[in-house]
């Protein structure tokens, strides 16, 4: 009598039964609406008025021009941001970064002898080679000198923002004028408009920076060694990746984002460089937040910009239709992301489950 051929074990994983509600990014912007609902209810505004005024200020004919505008900052911070973070690099030296970038293509356009359309393109060159090498100097602070890199790219800003100040206020400034600006770039020097809006040829850049991020994350070998860095730097460094040199390389990439980012802002109207005037609007601590919101992923960040973006923009015309401060908009954006942090460090069901099993053994 034969035994019949028992059956292999099968493998079963646990399936959720809903990923949408499981998402913490989508619980985090969900629960931020409703906090935001019940904030505008609390000071007696209408939070359909409210939200409806967000997306019309934002997104209709009268705010979609200023809605790229800001974007396009805003998208290349994040992506700028969102390279290193993919491999748990945390790059706080952006607005550095993005002065120098647009500070060396204003000195650029300034002192050029090319044509003005060969001295465009210099200066966009300019600009990410120096946002590029001081963001590669907080890399080797780090993998040289053991300065931590949030500590080294944070206090390498300063000195970067207050030298620009210097030069925009005395040694290029205006003469005659009474702001902190250096001279109007020579006829031409300035990046074609798309149309009749404010809009320039910047956001084009920028998009090609997203679809070149996306493609090298997600198709390429260096790609895979950020993602694998990013989730387990122990087992990438067992795996030969070289960290030193990875950071390098990150930091490198992600400064020369920046600097790209403060070379269009300089060569969009007014077409010079305006000490504050880059960093003000906040677009690095934004564009953080957009790609902490996306966890660094290439399409997440995109969307996680245009969300923000779409609050900044869109706050004004909620304060004229509500009276509610446009500073509620900020509100949200900390909310979204300590929501995020709180619900990303909560271990779901099974994970608990899975604890008490590893306990137990």
Known sequence: MTTPPTRPA?????????????????????????????????????????????????????????????????????????????????????????VLGGLAAAVTGLYSPLPAPLTVAVCLLAGTAAGAAYAALAAVCETRLGVPLLVSGLLLSYPAVSFASYVARYPLKEPGS??????????????????????????????????????????????????????????????????????????AASGGIAGLVGAVGVLAFPCRFTDGALTAPGYTWTGLTAALLAGAAPLGTVLAALFFTVLQVGGLSMERATEVPRELTQVLQALVIVLLASRSRTPRRSDRHVNKKEKAA
């Open 178 to 251: 009474s702001l902190p600006q250096t001279r109007r770039l020579p006829e031409g020097v300035a990046l074609p408009a798309l149309g009749s809006t404010t809009v320039t040829a910047g956001l084009l850049l920028v998009a090609a920076v997203a679809v070149v991020h996306f493609f090298v994350d997600t198709r390429t070998g260096a790609g895979y060694e950020v993602r694998m860095t990013g989730l387990g730097p122990r087992f990438a460094a067992y795996a030969g990746v070289d960290r030193a040199g990875l950071t390098l390389r990150l930091m």
């Open 10 to 98: 099968v493998l079963r994983l646990p399936v959720p039964r809903s990923p949408v509600l499981r998402s913490p990014v989508l619980f985090s912007v969900a629960a931020t609406l409703l906090a935001g609902t019940l904030l505008l209810a609390a000071t007696g505004a209408d939070p359909l008025t409210a939200y409806g005024a967000v997306l019309s200020g934002s997104l209709g004919p009268d705010g979609i021009g200023a809605t790229l505008t800001t974007g396009t900052s805003v998208l290349g911070m994040a992506l700028a941001l969102a390279v290193p973070l993919r491999a748990g690099l945390v790059n706080l030296g952006g607005d550095g970064q993005l």
